[in-house]
């Protein structure tokens, strides 16, 4: 592997220039939906044509399958309890895996028609569970199940943690994919990756904003894509976001200044933070997934609206 660092702003040290990423697993046909769990220090992520979970134990350095099949799971996340939740193409659906073990359906249909393939998911403070929906999952039978998209249209959904409604909160975007909240939580950004369908399309990452009642309101793009199209996206404690692009991660600040770039020498898809100190980053590449640490922590999602409760 060649890679380098390109430190766009000197002034903000962000990298460990010495640091190598290192490749702890090299067989996967699509790595995405990394996630960390930090009490049993796991790193969780999904092979999505090999239909299968995977664990890399941050203790033993061992990689293992975790779950398979797994429905062409993609996007993990953790939720405040440290309950791992997980999209399902292959089922079209959203679960959570409880204490026990047992998957608990939380969401595979909206207004009673069928959901695309869940993509991405994040858990905000207050249990609610924000997924999006694009279409990849049912593209063709590598990614998933080729399918018919019974809603038309590719929307980001908001899971109520009491009602357990399904509501349509963001419905303005084609392939809406990789989603992250503002540390203080009255920002969202959301990915689109409509470019996947033709380079007309858009790839860019978008600014919503919460804090008023009812649905998000679109602030306008933060950042277009400058190599190939994002996926996923983590933000650092510092709102920093950490961007999975065609030639590797960049790091841009909250308004989209381009603050450095980690060359991996291909395409990353999806990363997020992880170990102890959250300063490991994961980076899921098509084949490889790698972890290198940086100068940067990831947002604690542990707490509540950004701090401890
Ligand atoms: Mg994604």
Same mark, same amino acid.
């Given at each position: 592997?060649?890679?380098r660092?390109?430190?766009?702003?000197?002034?903000?040290r962000?990298?460990?220039?010495?640091e190598?990423?290192?490749?702890?697993?090299?067989? &996967?046909?699509?790595?995405?939906?990394?996630?960390? +769990?930090p009490? *049993?220090?796991?790193? @969780?992520? /999904?092979?999505?044509?090999? !239909?299968?979970?995977?664990r890399?134990?941050?203790?033993?350095?061992?990689?293992?399958?975790?779950?398979?099949?797994?429905?062409?799971?993609?996007?993990?996340?953790v939720d405040?309890q440290?309950?791992l939740?997980?999209?399902?193409?292959?089922?079209?659906?959203?679960?959570?895996?409880?204490?026990?073990?047992?998957?608990?359906i939380?969401?595979?249909?909206?207004?009673?028609?069928?959901?695309?393939?869940?993509?991405?998911?994040?858990?905000?403070?207050?249990?609610?569970?924000?997924?999006?929906?694009?279409?990849? &999952?049912?593209?063709?039978?590598?990614?998933?199940? +080729?399918?018919? *998209?019974?809603?038309? @249209?590719? /929307?980001?959904?908001?899971? !109520?943690?009491?009602?357990s409604?399904?509501?349509?909160?963001?419905?303005?975007m084609?392939?809406?994919?990789?989603?992250?909240?503002?540390r203080?939580?009255?920002?969202?950004?959301?990915?689109?990756?409509?470019?996947?369908?033709?380079?007309?399309?858009?790839?860019?990452?978008?600014?919503?904003?919460?804090?008023?009642?009812?649905?998000?309101?679109?602030?306008?793009?933060?950042?277009?894509?400058?190599?190939?199209?994002?996926?996923?996206?983590r933000?650092?404690?510092?709102?920093?976001?950490?961007?999975?692009? &065609?030639?590797?991660?960049?790091?841009?600040s909250?308004?989209?200044?381009?603050?450095?770039?980690?060359?991996?020498?291909?395409?990353?898809?999806?990363?997020?933070?992880?170990?102890?100190?959250?300063?490991?980053?994961?980076?899921?590449?098509?084949?490889e997934?790698l972890?290198?640490?940086?100068?940067?922590?990831?947002?604690?999602?542990?707490?509540?609206?950004g701090k401890?409760?």
């Open positions: 592997m060649t890679m660092y390109e430190q766009t702003d000197p002034t903000i962000i990298f460990i220039l010495h190598e990423p290192e490749v702890i697993f090299g067989d &996967g046909r699509w790595n995405e939906g990394p996630c960390y +769990l009490a *049993s220090r796991m790193f @969780v992520w /999904s092979d999505i044509p090999e !239909d299968r979970l995977m890399f134990d941050e203790i033993s350095g061992t990689v293992c399958a975790f779950r398979t099949p797994s429905h062409h799971a993609n996007g993990n996340t405040r440290g309950r939740i997980t999209c399902e193409h292959g089922t079209r659906r959203v679960t959570r895996t409880e204490f026990d073990g047992t998957v608990h939380l969401a595979d249909r909206f207004e009673g028609r069928r959901l695309n393939s869940p993509n991405d998911v994040i858990v905000k403070s207050d249990g609610s569970i924000w997924f999006s929906d694009p279409t990849y &999952g049912i593209d063709s039978d590598y990614f998933g199940n +080729l399918g018919e *998209s019974e809603l038309g @249209v590719a /929307s980001v959904y908001r899971l !109520d943690p009491v009602t409604t399904v509501e349509a909160v963001i419905t303005s084609i392939q809406p994919n990789g989603l992250a909240f503002s203080d939580e009255s920002r969202l950004l959301v990915v689109d990756s409509a470019r996947t369908g033709g380079p007309h399309l858009p790839a860019h990452i978008r600014l919503f904003d919460l804090s008023s009642k009812g649905r998000p309101e679109d602030r306008g793009i933060v950042v277009e894509a400058s190599a190939g199209l994002f996926d996923g996206i933000l650092d404690d510092q709102d920093r976001i950490w961007a999975a692009t &065609g030639e590797g991660v960049h790091c841009y909250f308004d989209g200044r381009l603050l450095g770039k980690i060359l991996t020498g291909g395409p990353i898809i999806n990363l997020c933070f992880g170990g102890p100190k959250r300063n490991i980053l994961y980076m899921c590449g098509p084949r997934v972890r290198v640490p940086v100068r940067a922590r990831g947002q604690n999602t542990f707490l509540e609206n401890a409760s």
